[in-house]
Every structure is written in C-alpha cells, then in structure tokens.
C-alpha cells in the first residue's frame, strides 16, 4: 500500500518545478501525481524482486559510480554536492537513488542475460553472413582522377 501523502512528497519537486514556471493547473498537477505513483509501484517491485534475485550493490560500487558521475561532469566533492544542493538533493539521498538505479541495472542484466543463450555456431554464423555482406556491399566509385602535371610538361607528357 502507498499512501497518498508518499506520493505527494514524491511528487513535491516536479510540482514545486511546475509552479515555479507559472504552469501548474489541475491537470498537470493530477498527470504529475500519477507519474509519481507509477515510479513508486515500479519502484517497490523492483525492490521486491532485488530481494528475491538476492542483488546487493556495495557502497563501494556506489562509490565508484559517484566518482564517474562527478568526473563525467568535471566536478570535484565539494562543486558535486554543492550542484546537488541547488536541485534540492542532499548527498544521502542522491546515493540511495544511486543504489536503486545500479540495483535495477543488476536485476535486469540478470534477468536478460538468463534468457539471451548464444551458441559459438550462431557466432560464426552471424560472423559469415556479415562478411559476405560486407564483401558484396564493397564498391569503389572514382569521380575525380588527380594527377600532379610539372609546371612545363614535356612533349610526351602533353599527349598523355
């Protein structure tokens, strides 16, 4: 069970964002309250079947996907959570979001490599028909012939 007020607090910052810009109706408050209820379901499911796959992220893979994320955006400790702080984010919060999003692409990297199976014939098949392909693809087409002349070409020149 959610509880109305979770998905109120959920929602609290693209609400706060929508009033902000003058934009905030009914509507789009209602179509913001529903996002936020539909990342909260997804959100405990994939809680739920983490738990059951047994999928646990360290604080040092957190750690490790934080420095990336810093020195992606050029950014030491301090300009990162300072960054964070503008948007209303706290250090705390950000790194439980960044331990759900790796434990999601845990879960589906599990899920998905369980049922992808390929066999090195399929491998070398594939391999076969691509060269083939890249083969029969290759054309040359000359459009423009250079051809470095002296200044004062010879007779025999002249008649090439």
């Known amino acids: 069970m959610i509880p109305y007020s979770e998905v109120v607090e959920h929602a609290a910052l693209e609400l706060a964002q929508l009033e902000h810009d003058g934009l905030l109706t009914p ?12 990342d909260l379901i997804a959100d405990r499911l994939m809680t739920a079947e983490e738990k059951t796959s047994s999928i646990e992220i360290s ?12 020195k992606q955006n050029n950014m030491d ?13 706290t250090m705390t919060a950000y790194r439980e979001k960044m331990r759900k999003d ?4 845990k879960l589906i990297g599990v899920k998905v490599r369980s049922k ?19 083969e029969a693809d290759f054309e ?3 459009r ?7 200044r004062t070409p010879t007779p ?3 008649m090439a």
Do not use: C, T, W
């Open 144 to 150: 423009h012939i250079v051809l470095q002349v002296p």
């Open 140 to 142: 040359v087409h000359a």
């Open 156 to 158: 025999r020149r002249r």
């Open 102 to 105: 790796l434990a999601a692409m």
């Open 77 to 89: 400790a301090s300009s990162f959570e300072h960054a964070l702080a503008s948007k209303g984010q």
């Open 116 to 134: 992808i199976k390929v066999g090195d014939e399929e491998v070398k098949a594939e391999y076969a028909r691509r060269s083939k392909a890249d």
């Open 59 to 70: 604080d040092s893979e957190i750690d490790y996907a934080m420095d990336d994320v810093r």
């Open 27 to 38: 509507e789009r408050r209602q179509d913001a309250l529903r996002h936020s209820l539909d």
